[in-house]
């Protein structure tokens, strides 16, 4: 494996997601958490040091395991872990006065012959790079030899081709350098990797492990109905059979249809033993009155751990959970600023679950990233349109009900939602929004219908686009579309008179209502 020490980049994922694209396994470390000796238990096959906000000529500030200029292995370091290097193998590192960010030019040193990873580069007598760099490189290391220079930077692109250690002072991994990818391909070829990282292989290699890590034993898994723990359930089920049993629970708080479908799939195309729990009444009853946000969010995440656990508990012999949990979420981020965050939602989760309960985790997915699951998941032919569902929150329909929750209003909520959804397919939309709901508002309003006088809710539409859910804009539908989208609603649902467009971005607003 290609092994990634991050010295808390910005961009250190930037750099696992190029090497995936060139089928290369890889793994991001944060530098804090490895030893000479854990470092030698790894045993990569190459190292990258990733970039960082600290200044290596900051008495404390990080430094990578010696060790890894030991193994005999390339190492690229990139930016800071330029300076790392420099640092460690007996260079020199300056602060400030030279400071560069943003696109900057590389001229070839002379005589430089365009081996190793600078191979095939320089086509058109400089390379393009982007820069974000306080401190510079003032004196090489032993063995090192400069390849290219930029104004602020003299050592901008260096290499000991002996020992194969390469270093760069701009971020290789980013749109903004062209050349960036010849650089890390000509990297992972000379360390030896050729590039036959594939979903089907990871596919064989994951059942393999999960069938060495649980054996004979249990594993119960929670599913959701979402992509991941969807992929994690067939892929599990696939390593082990039934050994495994599903929970899925059922708050009551689900869009028209999603139950049966969750159950039907599970239980009748894949075979899976599944409990579903339908816990609704419990969930609905809990939330009467309750109208406030937070409120609403801690109900549903407590009831949910309970619920969860009390059927986890009823399956006997069971020693493992599994969880759909994704390389983003496992990633130590290197923080340095350390100031606390505010909490804007309190994003329900089951954290703190397993040691409670005393299992296991078994984490078929930790290594991917999103995309990556809906890869694994065609190679094990769940179905495209599921692949491809939006997100979907945990507390459900509860977020997108302002006001207090009555079965009324989510009965006339769910319809809503699913005319919305069906014009937005019908149209040819669907792949195109991050997320696409129906909020039903707390009021009502007056309307006319036939010659009667209506007095029904007002609903908003949502619809977003976003590439992570941190950042959102709204879809810019047609006129057409949303005129012809109100009436349906109007006329198919009953119980709502009104209908708005929310064209909030995130920030200021959030995706969800609440
Ligand atoms: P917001 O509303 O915070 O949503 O802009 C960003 C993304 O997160 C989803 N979301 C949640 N997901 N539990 C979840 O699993 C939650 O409590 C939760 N709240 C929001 C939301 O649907 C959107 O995709």
């Known amino acids: 494996r290609l092994l990634i020490i991050d010295f808390g980049s910005q961009v250190t994922q930037l750099i696992a997601r190029r090497l995936r694209e060139l089928n290369v396994f890889c793994e991001i ?5 490895l030893t000479d000796e854990i470092l030698r238990g790894l045993n990569p096959q190459a190292v990258i040091l990733s970039g960082g906000p600290d200044s290596v000529t900051r008495p404390g500030s990080p430094r990578a395991p010696q060790a890894v200029f030991e193994l005999g292995v390339p190492v690229f370091g990139i930016c800071y872990g330029q300076q790392v290097m420099m640092e460690q193998l007996g260079g020199k590192v300056e602060a400030g006065h ?18 190793g990873i600078f191979a095939g580069l320089f086509q058109t007598g400089r390379e393009e790079v982007w820069m974000s760099h306080g401190d510079r490189v003032t004196a090489l290391a032993p063995g090192f030899q400069v390849i290219g220079t930029s104004q602020g930077a003299p050592f901008a692109m260096i290499a000991d081709e002996g020992r194969r250690f390469y270093a760069v002072q701009f971020h290789p991994e980013v749109h903004h350098t062209p050349g960036g990818r010849q650089m890390l391909e ?6 030896g990797f050729t590039g036959d990282w594939t979903m089907a292989g990871y596919r064989d290699e994951a059942i393999r492990k999960i069938r060495e890590q649980v054996g004979d034993r249990r594993v119960i898994c929670g599913l959701s109905g979402g992509v991941d723990s969807s992929v994690a359930a067939v892929l599990i089920h696939e390593a082990i059979g039934d050994q495994l049993t599903c929970v899925f629970v059922d708050h009551g708080l689900l869009r028209l249809n999603e139950a049966e479908e969750v159950v039907t799939m599970f239980r009748d195309t894949y075979n899976i033993p599944l409990i579903h729990a339908d816990e609704s009444e419990l969930f609905l009853g ?18 949910f751990i309970d619920v969860f656990q009390r059927y986890a508990n009823g399956i006997e012999g069971a020693e493992f959970l599994a969880q759909g949990t994704l390389y983003p979420d496992v990633i130590e981020s290197v923080s340095f600023s350390g100031g606390p ?14 040691e409670k309960m005393g299992l296991k985790l078994v984490e078929p997915l930790r290594e991917l990233f999103k995309d990556e699951v809906r890869a694994l998941g065609r190679e094990l032919g769940l179905p495209e349109k599921f692949i491809g569902r939006h997100p ?10 302002p006001g207090e929750i009555t079965r009324d209003k989510l009965e006339i909520l769910r319809k809503a939602d699913a005319v919305f959804i069906d014009q937005i397919r019908k149209h040819g939309l669907y792949d195109e929004i991050w997320q696409a709901f129906v909020a039903i508002l707390p009021v009502r309003t007056v309307g006319v ?3 009667g006088r209506t007095y ?16 959102a804009d709204y879809y810019p539908f047609t006129h057409d579309f949303l005129g012809e989208t109100a009436t349906r609603i109007i006329n198919e649902v009953k119980g709502i008179n009104r209908c708005t467009y929310d064209i909030t971005s995130k920030p200021p607003g959030t995706i969800e209502w609440e």
């Open 456 to 471: 029904d809710y007002a609903c908003a539409l949502r619809a977003v686009t976003s590439v992570d859910g941190m950042t």
């Open 392 to 401: 979907f929150p945990g507390p459900g329909l509860a977020i997108r009900c």
């Open 286 to 303: 809990a939330l009467e009155g309750v109208s406030d946000p937070e409120v609403k969010r801690k109900t549903i995440g407590r009831l």
């Open 186 to 191: 000509n990297f992972v070829r000379l360390a």
């Open 449 to 451: 219908m036939g010659d």
């Open 98 to 115: 030279h400071a560069e960010y943003g696109r900057a030019f590389i001229a070839p040193a002379e005589g430089h012959k365009g081996d």
């Open 29 to 33: 470390h944060p530098y804090n958490l």
């Open 341 to 354: 965050s505010v909490t804007i939602k309190s994003h329900h989760n089951v954290g703190g679950l397993p």
